[in-house]
């Protein structure tokens, strides 16, 4: 009895020393020593079987260490020991919130709620999770249920509006973020994000106002000058504009979305070197693979591809481990008419064996296209509608292999513009018509104050509107939006579903715009033939239109005239633009138009919608 007794002692004195020890590494990880802490128990891992705070404190000090996914793995291997333990699983769905694995996030969450249905922080958490996978309404019931039992929670606040900016009602999302800022006149992320949410609202001057106030409170905050300078354009402070964006980039020149963002701005301005202030980063000693490859694709979609070669040849010790290295010599190899190398550059790539490279699939196709092999081009295509059958570009191109070996039933199966185009009047009266047009314009004209047209977009000689026009809160532009979805629908009533097809397959009474822009051409202003990757059903309509459409097709919107290089295609419809008028057309169709001259702009709405479902 008396060594059983002291055996026992032994057990319960080594017990308390290791609670002790956890005790020591709790006060470690709170004193933000975190790599004492994962040096130590990585040393002593059986720390972790005592308790799951030892595995909370672990995984927190991993994820304080940005190694987010040893952390997850952590979290996982300790619910083996702590079974449904609703610590853990909250601190699962939180690490797998910061990976990017939200719909993981998801089911972690809830069956930490339903182990712990009372723990507000689980309830904020998955509500959290339900906003970053888009399930909207289920965030707001639940963040509204957070905020009744915990008024003061300001985080709850701030994400809550940002559900009600997603649901599209900003009068709610403002309230939130004033009663906030009614108990804290400082926080910075409320005082921003009611910035950007009166910008929505088209108050520029008191959305101005409230990231002034910020930058005050936190002047070397990139974001916030970034997101003053996107207001000061709109409310046409060009000057102030551009200071703010050079401001940013200096506060964190390797920072690429406030570096892409000065380049555009200085683009749009049509100043003569508007990637100065990228430049200078690039051969700089360790800047960022990711950095260099995000300026070879400006350079992309800037046209700019002998520069784009360049940097990628000056680039190449950096960059040829990364498949994107190998997808873009291939494209600017193309689009400089060097086809053999493009593909050359495609087989390279090839041989880093990525699974699923849809990049490098694209680009063999197109430089098939280029060289008249329609057949091998097609197979990549194919590949590319099974894997993303969402994406219109694919369909399209889908839709250009069918042309040029001359399969005329698939390609009228896909180009049906009799079943496929509709041109209607937006009003049923002239006079309707006008009108709606006068009261466009006088909006429309003050959003185009521009120099040149956006990086990347299909036309030439004129400006593009900010953001999506009908985010826009004027009357008339509601106006228009509303009747657009009204011919819409009805054009969508006269389809007959047909399953296999890109734009028959899905039809529906819910569409809602996937994006929405006013374009206005000058003289010896077009579009070069495109397609909208993104939407599902495309459209224009026409506020203004020259006298010149009146001469040899000048300015009519063209259908079937793809643009794949070193290959003629003459195109097979055209329609005359006539002011008053809406054209609806699926978007995988390749659409352009002719340049005109004109003392008259040519000012337009164009969009793309979805079906909501």
Known sequence: DCLLSRGLGDVYKRQIDKMGVL????????QGKYGYVIQFIGANPSILKLDPVAVQVYSSALRKAQAGARAESVI??????FKESPQLLNSLGTTQLELGKAKHAVQSL?????????????????????????????????????IRKKPTYSQANIHLADVYTNLGALEKAQSCLISVLEKEPTNIVALNNLGNVLRKMNDFEASAQRFEAAIKLQPTNSTLRRNLAATLVLLNRREEAKQCFIDAVSLTPLDWSAQEELAAFLWEEGVESPFEYIEPQINLEGTDSAFVLAYIKLLVRANQFQKALDVLNRQEPLLASNLEFYIYKARVHRELADYHASLDYVEKGEKLKVKNSVGLESEAGYTLLSLGRAKEAYTKFAKLVKQEPLNQGWWTMLSTCYYLQNEESKYHWLCNYQQLLAVVPILPSIESRKSLNNALRDVLDDLHQNER???????????????????????????????????AEEFIKLQSTDR??????????????????????????YHRSHYHPEGWLSGVYYVDVPDAVDKHGEGW????????????FEGDLAVKPQ?????LFPSYMWH??????????????????????
């Not at 509107?465 to 009204?486: A, K, Q």
């Not at 890109?502 to 003289?523: H, M």
């Not at 002011?579 to 054209?583: E, F, R, T």
């Not at 352009?592 to 479902?613: C, E, M, Q, W, Y």
Request: hydrophobic share 40%; no cysteine; aromatic share 10%.
């Open 23 to 30: 005790r020591q590494v709790v006060n470690a990880f709170q």
């Open 76 to 81: 996982i291997k300790g619910l083996k020991t």
């Open 110 to 146: 809830k069956k930490a709620l339903f182990a712990n249905p009372s723990d507000i922080e689980v309830k904020y958490n998955l509500a959290r999770a339900y906003k970053e996978v888009g399930l909207f309404n289920e965030a707001q019931a639940i963040f509204v249920e957070v």
């Open 453 to 487: 047209h956006p990086i990347g977009q299909s036309l030439r000689n004129g400006t593009q509107t900010y953001e999506n026009l009908f985010d826009d809160n004027s009357e008339v532009i509601n106006t228009l939006s509303g009747l657009i979805l009204e011919r």
């Open 500 to 525: 296999k097809h890109p734009f028959l397959s899905r039809l529906g009474k819910d569409l809602t715009f996937k994006g929405s822009w006013s374009v206005k051409l000058r003289s010896d202003g």
């Open 557 to 568: 919107l063209t259908f079937g005239r793809a643009d794949i290089a070193n290959q003629n």
């Open 579 to 583: 002011s008053g008028n809406l054209i």
């Open 592 to 613: 352009g138009t002719n340049a005109f001259k004109s003392s008259t702009a040519r000012l337009t709405v164009a969009f793309d919608i979805i079906p909501s479902h």
